[in-house]
C-alpha cells in the first residue's frame, strides 16, 4: 500500500499526519515493513526520526532514497503542490491524504485547489480535517459539511488540537509512546482514522 500525504498550505499537521499514519500501519498485526520517506524539504519526518530512533516503529528515509523491500510506503511530501503534481500523487498512490484544519484559510486553499480537479478519482484520495478545536465547539462539523456539500470525499474521523503532538515530536516519538489520557486520546483520534483506511485501502 502506498499512502501519500500532501498540502496546500503549511501548518495543517501534513508531517504529524504521516508520522501517525506510518505508526498505526506498523503496530497493526501482519501490517509487514513500512517505510516513511520524507519527500519534504524541511526534512521534519526524518529528524523526527531520529530524535527517537528504534522507539518508532519503521523506518524513514529521505524522500529521494526510499528502499525497494517496503510492503507499506507513507510518502510526505513538499508542501503546495502543483495540480499536475497533485493528480500525479493520486494516481501514483492507493491514497492520497490532504490535511486541513478548519480555519477559513485553510478550507478555502482546500476547496479551490480541489474544485480545479475534476480528473482525481474519488476513491484515490481523502480530506482529513486536523487541529480541530474540542468536541463541543461546531467549528469541525461545520467545515466537515462544506467540503461533503462541495463533492470532496472526507474522512469520518478528525484530528482534535492537542499540543501533546508537539512533545510527541521534540521526544522523537509518535504520540501514544507518551504518558497520560491526553496523549492516549491523541493516539485514537489517529487509531480510527488508521482503521478507516485500513478498511478501505488495507488489502492494496
Same mark, same amino acid.
Not at 482529513?128 to 468536541?135: H, K
Not at 467545515?143 to 462541495?150: E, G, K, M, Y
Not at 492516549?184 to 482514522?193: G, L, V
Given at each position: !500500500?502506498?499512502? %501519500?500525504?500532501?498540502?496546500?498550505? /503549511?501548518?495543517? /499537521?501534513k508531517?504529524?499526519?504521516?508520522?501517525?499514519?506510518?505508526?498505526?500501519?506498523?503496530?497493526?498485526? /501482519?501490517?509487514?515493513?513500512?517505510?516513511? @520517506?520524507?519527500?519534504?524539504?524541511?526534512?521534519?519526518?526524518?529528524?523526527?526520526?531520529?530524535? @527517537?530512533g528504534d522507539?518508532? +516503529?519503521?523506518?524513514v528515509?529521505?524522500?529521494d532514497?526510499?528502499?525497494?523491500?517496503?510492503?507499506?510506503?507513507?510518502?510526505? %511530501?513538499p508542501?503546495?503542490?502543483?495540480?499536475?503534481?497533485?493528480?500525479a500523487?493520486? !494516481?501514483?498512490?492507493d491514497l492520497?491524504?490532504? +490535511?486541513?484544519?478548519?480555519?477559513?484559510?485553510?478550507?478555502?486553499?482546500?476547496?479551490? %485547489?480541489?474544485?480545479?480537479?475534476?480528473?482525481?478519482?474519488?476513491?484515490?484520495?481523502?480530506v482529513?480535517?486536523?487541529?480541530?478545536?474540542?468536541?463541543n465547539?461546531?467549528? /469541525?462539523d461545520r467545515?466537515?459539511?462544506?467540503?461533503?456539500?462541495?463533492g470532496?470525499?472526507?474522512?469520518? @474521523?478528525?484530528?482534535q488540537?492537542?499540543t501533546?503532538?508537539?512533545?510527541?515530536?521534540l521526544?522523537?516519538? +509518535?504520540?501514544?509512546?507518551?504518558?497520560?489520557?491526553?496523549a492516549?486520546?491523541?493516539?485514537?483520534?489517529?487509531?480510527?482514522?488508521g482503521?478507516?483506511?485500513w478498511?478501505?485501502?488495507?488489502?492494496?
Open positions: !500500500m502506498i499512502i %501519500t500525504v500532501a498540502s496546500f498550505k /503549511g501548518g495543517v /499537521g508531517t504529524t499526519t504521516a508520522i501517525h499514519i506510518a505508526a498505526f500501519i506498523a503496530k497493526r498485526r /501482519g501490517a509487514g515493513r513500512v517505510v516513511l @520517506g520524507d519527500g519534504d524539504l524541511n526534512r521534519s519526518a526524518l529528524s523526527w526520526y531520529e530524535r @527517537g522507539r518508532i +516503529p519503521f523506518v528515509t529521505d524522500g532514497a526510499v528502499p525497494d523491500n517496503y510492503q507499506h510506503l507513507i510518502i510526505d %511530501t508542501a503546495r503542490p502543483k495540480d499536475d503534481e497533485l493528480i500523487l493520486a !494516481m501514483n498512490s492520497l491524504i490532504i +490535511p486541513t484544519t478548519p480555519a477559513p484559510f485553510s478550507l478555502e486553499a482546500t476547496l479551490a %485547489t480541489l474544485s480545479r480537479l475534476t480528473a482525481l478519482p474519488e476513491d484515490r484520495y481523502r482529513l480535517l486536523t487541529r480541530v478545536p474540542p468536541r465547539s461546531k467549528r /469541525g467545515a466537515r459539511d462544506v467540503l461533503l456539500n462541495s470532496i470525499p472526507v474522512f469520518n @474521523g478528525a484530528i488540537t492537542r501533546i503532538f508537539e512533545d510527541a515530536e521526544e522523537g516519538v +509518535p504520540v501514544y509512546a507518551l504518558k497520560g489520557t491526553v492516549q486520546d491523541a493516539w485514537s483520534d489517529y487509531e480510527a482514522i482503521r478507516e483506511i478498511k478501505e485501502w488495507g488489502k492494496s
